[in-house]
């Protein structure tokens, strides 16, 4: 009978001490680690959240921009701090799922390094052609390019970059060759195309968007589920050609280091799911091109999962690989 109180009062206690160290977190400032420089996309969703978090948990939450390495030097840094919470990386598509595609070797596993806490942002990118090409809409530059010594190209962000494997997915989904031309990101992609020296590109919709306003270039398709509020008129590429289901978004959301307790994960997701429901954050998220997403953590870990494989197939499929 002793015994059995004495295990009671360990359990009261045990139950107590998870209650008062989930309240109690957190108790000092929280980092954020962005993977890119300030400015991007990125950084504005994890400055509006972080934001967020501050004035709701009165705690500093500060994010602490480390590009380079194509994401390694932030992830390896995120995986390596103490999983308390108070050290948690803002990840994304090409860093943690493309770099598992086309890099033989990282210093860093996505699946096994880090817990997922929620997805925060899906952003799609835009198919465009220069506003006086012949092409109209996706299906004609499809259409074209299957015909024999065609010859066409399209512009990516650079080699290995998400948008050159969207668009080694769409054209190979398509069954339409189309060459591939890397630049060193959007801009001189776009002003090639405006230029009329590749037939289309593939930037994201932030990016694209002035160029359509002015006439510039054409918007031939979005790269997501679902249309854009900021271009209602632009199908999506399922609408376009009928390849049910496509899909080739980035994406952002928060990963903690493995072994972070579950009650922080819980509280993070929770709050963050807060934030992508306030008007003053969706409207500034979608004003950049981006559709809010939110969710579980285990439904973010699958996602993850499922992208790795996809991104994966497609670059052995196009025979990408970077060292």
């Known amino acids: 009978m002793i015994r059995f109180s004495r295990l009671c009062a360990s359990v009261v206690l045990a139950v107590a001490s998870f209650a008062t160290n989930a309240s109690d977190w957190p108790s000092q400032s929280v ?15 994890a400055r509006l959240i972080g934001a967020h978090l501050s004035q709701v948990w009165k705690q500093p939450v500060v994010v602490e921009n480390r590009p380079g390495g194509n994401g390694a030097i932030a992830n390896v840094a995120v995986a390596k701090a103490p999983g308390d919470g108070y050290t948690i990386l803002m990840a994304n598509l090409g860093p943690n799922s493309i770099n598992h595609a086309v890099y033989p070797k990282l210093p860093y596993d996505t ?3 880090f817990q997922p806490i929620v997805l925060t942002t899906l952003v799609p990118l835009v198919i465009v052609s220069s506003g006086d090409s012949p092409f109209q809409s996706l299906r004609e530059l499809v259409e074209r390019a299957k015909r024999p010594n065609t010859n066409l190209t399209f512009g990516s962000a650079g080699n290995g970059s998400w948008s050159h494997l969207a668009g080694e997915l769409l054209f190979g989904a398509a069954r339409a060759p189309m060459l591939h031309v890397p630049y060193k990101g959007d ?39 679902t249309r854009l509020p900021t271009m209602p008129d632009v199908p999506t590429v399922e609408e376009a050609l009928g390849l049910a289901g496509f899909e080739a978004v980035s994406w952002g959301g928060f990963l903690a280091p493995a072994g972070t307790p579950g ?28 559709q809010i997403a939110g969710g579980s953590p285990d439904a973010f870990g699958a996602f993850i999962q499922a992208e790795i494989a996809k991104w994966k197939a497609v670059a052995v499929q196009a025979k990408i690989k970077l060292e």
């Open 31 to 45: 980092k954020i680690v962005l993977p890119y420089p300030p400015g991007g996309a990125s950084d504005v969703t």
């Open 187 to 225: 801009a001189p992609a776009i002003s090639d195309v405006m230029g009329g020296q590749i037939a289309a590109a593939l930037p994201t919709a932030l990016a694209a968007t002035p160029h359509v306003q002015s006439g510039r270039l054409r918007a031939l398709a979005v790269t997501s589920k």
């Open 111 to 113: 699946v096994k390094d």
């Open 263 to 290: 009650h922080i994960i819980a509280k993070f997701n929770s709050e963050v799911n807060k934030a992508l429901r306030a008007p003053e954050i969706t409207e500034k998220l979608r004003a950049q091109g981006a």
